[in-house]
Nanobody
């Protein structure tokens, strides 16, 4: 199983970034996929997940600003992040999820770092 996150970088408050996760090694379409993040001095948390159409999850802190989507043909998951603020500074990771628990399934990839600062 491999995941490769990309798209992070420096953004100004109010700006946008698009993160991508390329996967391989498992039957992508059969798994709920999630984006997690770990901010400085914070625990890793689930930010958003997507499985079948209409089966979406967003953490309260990102609702209305972040959009998650997936392409089962390309085996990718995208997190569109809008109206960013400094609290969104974190390393972002993607992972497949374990059913209703939404716990991560695999060991973590390298992640992609997002810094929101003026």
């Amino acid at each position: 199983v491999r995941v490769m996150e990309s798209g992070g970088g420096l953004a100004q408050p109010g700006g946008s970034l698009t993160l991508s996760c390329a996967t391989s090694g498992f039957t992508f379409s059969t798994y709920d996929m999630g984006w997690f993040r770990q901010g400085p001095g914070k625990e890793r948390e689930l930010v958003a997940s997507v499985w079948k159409p209409g089966n979406l999850f967003y953490a309260d802190s990102v609702k209305g600003r972040f959009n998650i989507s997936r392409d089962n043909t390309k085996k990718t998951v995208v997190l569109q992040m809008n109206d960013l603020n400094p609290e969104n500074t974190a390393v972002y990771f993607c992972n497949r999820l374990r059913g209703y628990s939404k716990l991560p399934y695999d060991s973590w990839g390298q992640g992609t770092k997002v810094t929101v600062s003026s």
